[in-house]
């Protein structure tokens, strides 16, 4: 009995899409803290880590559909994090949501590339312009696109790991939502039928 329970969650947490384990990303060599020289990042956990001789890292990821994009930060760094879209312009950054070192931001995107930016505390996006911006909180209106991302005090080393969901804008209705309004139309076409 108990072994037919554990099949039976088992499949119930695959038709969900729960995962008993989740595959990361490791940075491969030093990721580069240029944007079109960015690693392309295969998966939703990327593990990293900052050197002395690091100026940060930048992840180019793709998305198939758009959504509340959130991106959390763990590890020993003081991290600080960007996000910038397709043509290198900044968006959104993060350094420190709470008490602890670590980073978190959510922003609404659309399908398409991305880039990510992490690196320690004050870390800078310096734009084709030659203007930084401390990436925390939106970037500023008409910052334009970015070059890169640069540490300019006291490097802290360290390993990441950065984690990435996406909750869709519109979600799909829950199955028993789906089961009251077929019963409600199905309601309505019989008492259509009777009056007719």
């Known amino acids: 009995m108990n072994s037919n329970l554990r099949i039976a969650g088992m499949v119930l947490m695959l038709a969900c899409g729960i995962s008993p384990a989740q595959a990361a990303y490791m940075e491969s060599g030093d990721a580069s803290n240029f944007l079109a020289a960015a690693q392309m990042a295969t998966d939703a956990v990327i593990q990293g880590n900052i050197t002395e001789a690091d100026e940060g890292d930048v992840y180019k990821v793709v998305f198939g ?16 994090i960007g996000l910038f879209d397709a043509g290198f312009n900044a968006l959104a ?4 949501s709470g008490s602890d070192l670590n980073a978190f931001l959510s922003y609404a995107i659309n399908a398409g590339t991305y880039y990510i930016g992490i690196g320690d505390f004050a870390m800078l996006a310096i734009n084709t312009g030659n203007q930084a ?20 005090t ?15 804008l519109n979600p799909v209705p829950e199955p028993a939502s789906l089961a009251l309004l077929g019963a409600g139309l199905a309601g309505l076409g019989m008492l259509r039928r009777k009056a007719g």
Do not use: K
């Open 133 to 152: 911006w401390l990436m925390d909180g939106l970037a500023p209106a008409g910052f334009g696109a970015v070059s890169y991302i640069d540490n300019q």
């Open 93 to 96: 950054g993060d350094d420190d």
């Open 154 to 168: 006291s490097i802290m080393t360290g390993d990441y790991t950065l984690s990435l969901s996406m909750q869709p």
């Open 65 to 80: 559909t758009g959504g509340t994009l959130s991106i959390g930060t763990a590890g020993s760094i003081d991290a600080q």
